[in-house]
């Protein structure tokens, strides 16, 4: 065994040994090449001066471009995240945009449902059968009642309106603007008609919502309902 060891180590001994004899042979090389680069003329001294200083640029400069290349990795993994969170954040919001239009949607209804029960506790408390829409007014035989022509138009407009309403699931404010526009009187006009705060609307005005009505009449559900 310890000649084994003894053989290691001489083993090694020797292969440093030439190492070292590689190592300063090279060194020797180089020391001579130096020479010779020495004993030029001052043009090749100023060219190792020049490759130097190029040298010390370039480490330098890889330097730079490592600390750059770290940087943009970063800034892409960063980007990356915000990506991510901000695909996270869209579905967020759409989800609550569509929550939001159910509860728009269910908003509506009620409010559409408590104007309508508004409306017929006052008729009701004036002691008053006027029907909320003309579903059960039978024209065809033109049996008004005690209504004027004013009050089935207006019945016919609202029941028009309420469909529309429902239909195109709007509020009722975007709606009188719309029909305003269509119709021609304000928005003001057909919400005050509408909601039956305009006792004696004017002749023009009624003439405009008849004309309307009956437009829309055939379209819609409004049994048999024709204003002239």
């Known amino acids: 065994m310890e000649l084994f060891f003894f053989t290691c180590f ?12 590689v190592l300063r042979a090279e060194n020797e090389k180089i020391k001579r090449d130096m020479l010779t680069l020495s004993n030029e003329n001052a043009k090749f001294k100023k060219d190792i001066l020049t490759l130097s200083n190029a040298i010390e640029k370039n480490i330098s400069t890889l330097g730079d471009k490592i600390r750059e290349t770290i940087q943009t990795e970063i800034k892409k993994i960063e980007e990356k995240n915000l990506s991510i969170l901000d ?22 209804v009620l409010k559409t449902i408590n104007q309508r029960h508004k409306i017929r506790q006052t008729y009701i408390s004036k002691g ?9 007014i039978h024209t065809t035989q033109y049996k008004y009642l005690d209504y004027s022509d ?7 407009f609202i029941s028009l309106v309420d469909q529309r309403i429902k239909k195109e699931e709007i509020y009722i404010t975007p709606m009188f603007k719309a ?8 928005s003001k006009c057909l919400h005050d008609f509408y909601l039956r705060k305009t006792k004696n ?15 829309e009449r055939p379209n819609n559900n409004v049994n048999g309902l024709c204003l002239h």
């Open 128 to 136: 008053s059968n006027l029907p909320l829409t003309t579903n059960n």
């Open 87 to 108: 695909d996270n954040i869209n579905k967020i919001r759409e989800t609550f945009q569509n929550e939001t239009k159910q509860i728009k949607k269910y908003t509506l």
């Open 150 to 156: 004013k009050e089935v138009l207006r019945n016919a």
């Open 179 to 186: 029909l305003s526009t269509e119709i021609g009187p304000s």
């Open 10 to 21: 001489l083993i090694i001994i020797v292969l440093l040994a030439l190492l070292y004899l």
């Open 201 to 215: 609307p004017q002749k023009t005005t009624l003439d405009k919502i008849r004309t309307w009505v009956n437009k």
